[in-house]
């Protein structure tokens, strides 16, 4: 099964654009999944338990990277790559 999640991730310090682009460069670091970004998010697409893994292990590393750190995010299990 594909799954489409989409990403949004609040550092709460001054310096947050670096944490987030550390996160992103990291979940493009992985073969199989597509990363696609924009102003507003990240989108990631790719099959489940991939996905899954990956964002398991980055965001546990983001947090422990950085004092307080908001994720919100959005999963449909549909591929929704452009």
Do not use: H
């Amino acid at each position: 099964m594909k799954i489409s999640v989409e990403l949004s991730m609040y550092p709460l310090s001054e310096a947050y654009g670096t944490p987030i682009l550390k996160f992103v460069e990291k979940l493009k670091s992985y073969e199989g999944l597509t990363v696609n970004t924009n102003t507003m998010s990240t989108q990631v697409f790719g099959p489940y338990e991939l996905v899954m893994d990956v964002l398991k292990r980055e965001m546990k590393s983001a947090f422990e990277d950085e004092n307080a750190v908001v994720m919100v995010a959005k999963f449909v299990n549909l591929d929704l790559k452009p």
